[in-house]
């Protein structure tokens, strides 16, 4: 019954921007903190971003100035602003739902591919 949809990647030049979005029907949205990961090729898969239930916002260091994250509750989507693209923040994002104190790996969609090649 959970859904996790991203969608807005694609490909872009060094410098370029792109704006991820990720909806999700079948839970209380409003109370699911959101999150934003990425995995490369033959890597782990990192954490990129957080928009909390309560309403705090945080990005991971390598993007810290570059992405923002934001939420809009009334649409029960979660948005990713990635500017000034690098080639090494070429990856699949994922969209990622978590009740805060749950056990378990919450709630993942299936990821958006975003390239980043001159």
């Known amino acids: 019954q959970v859904q996790v949809v991203e969608s807005g990647g694609g490909s872009v030049q060094p410098g370029g921007s792109l704006r991820l979005s990720c909806t999700i029907s079948g839970i209380r949205f409003s109370i699911y903190d959101m999150e934003w990961y990425r995995q490369a090729p033959g890597k782990q898969r990192d954490f990129v971003a957080i928009a909390t239930a309560d309403g705090s916002a945080n990005v991971a260091e390598p993007v810290k100035g570059r992405f923002t994250v934001s939420r809009d509750n009334a649409k029960n989507m979660v948005f990713l602003q990635m500017n000034s693209l690098k080639p090494e923040d070429a990856a699949i994002y994922y969209c990622?739902?978590?009740?805060?104190?749950?056990?378990?790996?919450?709630?993942w969609g299936q990821g958006t591919q975003v390239t980043v090649s001159s």
């Open positions: 990622h739902a978590q009740l805060r104190g749950a056990s378990g790996s919450g709630y």
